[in-house]
């Protein structure tokens, strides 16, 4: 298996700019998770879906940020405008099905992300 | 109280020596219990799930004490590949949305 892949793996952009990442997960798991990673806030969920469904987006910073699944294999995290206070390094994960019991999560390389 | 507590350490350790992490958590109702390890640079990747009776992976234990709320992970024989960030993740009462403590750093020298 290919593992969580993550797109693009590096991104500077300008302040202002959208910026789009995106997350494949490994191929049967049913949740998909959005984490932000920084050495101030350590690493945050951002939203958690489950079966494409966006189950709890309380993390999500403010509406700059927008995450959709239109299907199982596919999943985008959205900042617009971006701010040089959201560069990170941004994770998908997965794991095969919440509330199985096990639930052990496989991250993605993740994307760092600079705003200048 | 924090979700989730770690001592974010670091601990520097030679190589053979037996070192011992905690994490506390607050919520009572929190079933999932695990150690990720995290290398510099790198995407956190599962340890070990950590169970009420407790469990051992090789020179790794893990143990759960309920009443005082609190995970350990032991590591014994220490080599200089263990260095890493060790995160505690504790899966919020009630559902199983993970939070993760800020880890606890680890440097193991010769």
């Known amino acids: 298996d290919a593992g969580v892949i993550q797109s693009p793996r590096h991104e500077v952009t300008e302040m202002g700019q959208e910026v789009t990442l995106r997350c494949k997960p490994i191929s049967g798991h049913n949740s998909l998770f959005w984490y932000r990673q920084t050495m101030m806030r350590g690493l945050e969920l951002l939203i958690y879906f489950n079966n494409n469904v966006p189950i709890d987006d309380s993390g999500m910073p403010e509406d700059r940020f927008s995450a959709k699944m239109p299907n199982a294999s596919f999943s985008t995290l959205k900042i617009q405008p971006s701010e040089p206070r959201d560069s990170a390094v941004y994770f998908c994960?997965?794991?095969?099905?919440?509330?199985?019991?096990?639930?052990?999560?496989?991250f993605g390389p993740g994307t760092r992300l600079t705003v200048l | 109280r924090k979700e989730v507590e770690q001592d974010p350490g670091p601990f520097n350790v030679p190589e053979g020596a037996t070192v011992a992490f905690n994490c506390t958590y607050s919520n009572s109702a929190s079933q999932s219990f695990f150690w990720y390890r995290q290398d510099c640079r790198k995407e956190p990747k599962l340890l070990m799930s950590?169970?009420?009776s407790g469990n051992e992976d090789g020179r790794f234990t893990a143990q759960l004490n309920r009443a005082s709320q609190y995970i350990s992970l032991l590591i014994r024989d220490s080599k200089l590949s263990d260095s890493a960030t060790y995160l505690c993740?504790?899966?919020?009462?009630?559902?199983?949305?993970?939070?993760f403590g800020r880890g606890t750093s680890l440097i193991v020298h010769p």
């Open positions: 993740v504790v899966n919020r009462g009630g559902s199983y949305i993970p939070t």
């Open positions: 950590v169970y009420s």
């Open positions: 994960a997965s794991s095969l099905e919440v509330g199985s019991g096990r639930n052990e999560q496989f």
